[in-house]
Each structure stands twice: as C-alpha cells, then as structure tokens.
C-alpha cells in the first residue's frame, strides 16, 4: 500500500492549463479504472472532481478533465482560476477493498 | 446535501485508546459503505478503513491494522473508529466518508475531528 507518486507542486497563471500526473503500479492505477481526483482546500472537507479515471460528478467545470496511460493517470485544468487554487490527491481502487491516495499535489495560481 | 459529523477527538497519551464515531443523516445510511481517511499534520491523505453497508466486508490500511477497528451501528446511523495502541505518529485529522457506490470511491466527506496522540 505505497502511496501513489504526484509532483510536490504545480502552478500555472489564469487562464492557462496544468496537468498533474499520478503514478501508481500495475496493481492499482495499472490495474483498476478507479481512478479518482480530490480537490482540497486546507480546513474544509475534500472535494470530488472525477471519478472513473474520465468522469465528472455533476456541478464540477468541465475544465477538470482526467485520463490514463497505463500506471499513470493525470488531472488537467483548463482555463485556470484563482479558485482552483488548492491541493489536489489522486485516489485509486487497489484490490481486496483497499485504496491507496497519491502524496498530494499544491496547484499555485500565479 | 449529505451530512458526516465525526466526533470524539481530542489528545491522548501514546498507548491508549480513543473511539471516533460519524453522525449520518441526509440519505440512507444503511445502505452505503463507508470510509474512514486521515491527513497528518503537513501530509497527505491516507485512506485507513472500509466497512461494507451490512458489516460483513471490512477492510484496513497495513499501517493502522490490528490497531484500529471499524464498526457501524445502521440503527443509530453511525459509523465507529475503536483507535487501539495508539502512537504519536497517528496524530491527524479522521475524516470519515460516504463510499460512492459501485464506483470504489468517496462522494462525501466529513469536516474531520483531530486527535492529538502526546504524552
């Protein structure tokens, strides 16, 4: 139950993109399509982005996308906002009813 | 909206025990799986147990096993943490959290409770 590897941060001025990769092993972001992104605001509850590598729960921007290549899965916003400024975790399915979270990126907005 | 409030956090010596629970309310508790996730101080999220909604699945991270023990009440729509042993290093914030269903996820969280494990 390794943590799954995210830069320590990314930052991006408004209105341009990032891209935050997580990378895991073929037992879990390689194996399952339980891939999910969190968005954190220090203090508050963390919220859901996407869910099943690609989708997003309804009332999220379609700026936050999500994808897969193999053990490594990636979050990209578009358009960057100051609001998106927070810390984001991967999340992903590893087996046997257990999950494993990424180390946590910092998304700074310039 | 889905309402998690946890409870039962505080400070407490290494070696003993502390028991979380959640308050559910706003959906029907008794048909969801849940979570419970922590977060040390400066670090990322860990995630530490899941308990099916009948009881009958339950699982925990290797780094809290033996030690900590989910339970769930569905009569009083409340989710447990029994924290045994309990060592500096567990000091967090626990968060528990609302199992999206068939999607091996989390939808909800709670606003977290902290405890503090120091002599």
């Known amino acids: 139950q390794s943590a799954l590897t995210q830069p320590r941060s990314v930052s991006g001025s408004p209105g341009q993109s990032v891209a935050i990769s997580c990378t895991g092993t073929s037992s879990d972001v390689g194996f399952y399509n339980y891939v999910s992104w969190y968005q954190h605001h220090p203090g508050k509850a963390p919220k859901l982005m996407i869910y099943?590598?690609?989708k997003r729960p309804s009332g999220v921007p379609d700026r936050f996308s999500g994808s897969k290549s193999g053990s490594t899965a990636s979050l990209t916003i578009s358009g960057l906002q100051a609001e998106d400024e927070a810390d984001y975790y991967c999340?992903?399915?590893?087996?046997?009813?257990?999950?494993?979270f990424g180390g946590g990126t910092e998304l700074t907005v310039l | 909206q889905v309402q998690l409030v946890e409870s039962g956090g505080g400070v407490v010596q290494p070696g003993r025990s502390l028991r979380l629970s959640c308050a559910a309310s706003?959906?029907?508790?008794?048909?969801?799986?849940m979570h419970w996730v922590r977060q040390a101080p400066g670090k990322g999220l860990e995630w530490l147990a899941f308990?099916?909604?009948?009881?009958?699945?339950?699982s925990t991270a290797d780094s809290v096993k033996g030690r900590f023990t989910v339970s769930r009440d569905n009569s009083r729509n409340t989710l447990s943490l029994q924290m045994d042993s309990l060592r500096t290093e567990d000091t967090a914030v626990y968060y528990c959290?609302?199992?999206?269903?068939?999607?091996?996820?989390?939808?909800?969280w709670g606003q977290g409770t902290l405890v503090t494990v120091s002599s």
């Open positions: 308990i099916s909604w009948d009881a009958i699945h339950k």
């Open positions: 999340y992903s399915y590893a087996g046997s009813n257990t999950w494993v």
């Open positions: 099943d590598v690609t």
């Open positions: 706003k959906f029907t508790f008794r048909t969801y799986a």
């Open positions: 959290a609302r199992d999206f269903s068939e999607k091996y996820t989390i939808d909800y």
